[in-house]
């Protein structure tokens, strides 16, 4: 836990599994996270590879949302956070996707943590905003911590990827949660450094790139055939 960090309530806390669960309804079993690129083009043939795609996506990818969702629930200015993560996202195409998965993620939050921040913003960008802004507002809503936003952050950049890989390359589900467990200390480190971030403002924000998953978005999306969206 970061200095000066205290745990949500009991009830709030419990709100973190809700939000975290791959089953809650916000739309990223539709997407790989970049995992159908890299097992088309051989950089994930199995869980050794898989666990370094992870590894990657969590340090760049994934740290950069959880600061955006940290911030978000902080209560920044959500405005302003959209406009950040436009910055750091060069890929046309997962600036689209990140805005879809923010629609649909704008639907669950509404059925379960309403919030007039979130009204607020859906009026603002009615075209939706970007998911990590919404999921920080959700975290917020429900009475979690920056530090709980970003949790569910990092995990999901690495495990939208792994239950990618178990359809695409009938990896064993056993081999995949093992992959996850190896990379959970590294997921505390990365959240923490995010919600650290958060606290000094938007211009401390990290800005993390991943230039290969970028480049591979664009190619993917015009794929005539895929599995994922992204």
Known sequence: M?????????AARAALLVLADGRFPAGGHAHSGGAEAAVKAGRVRDAESLEAFCRGRLHTAGLTA???????????????????????????ALRAAARRLGRQMTRAVRATWPSPELEALVAARPRGAHQPIVLGLAA???????????YAAVYESVSGPATAVVRLLSLDPFDATGVLARLAPELDLVAARAADAARGGVAALPACSAP??????????????RLFAT
């Open 66 to 92: 959880a600061g955006l969702a940290a911030a978000a629930a902080a209560g920044l200015d959500p405005l302003a956070l959209d406009e950040a993560a436009d910055a750091r996202t060069p890929s046309p």
């Open 140 to 150: 917020r809503a429900a009475g979690l911590t920056p530090l709980d936003a970003a």
């Open 2 to 10: 970061a200095a000066g960090e205290t745990l949500a309530p009991s």
């Open 212 to 225: 290969l998953l970028d480049i591979t978005a664009e190619v993917h999306a015009a794929w005539p055939v």
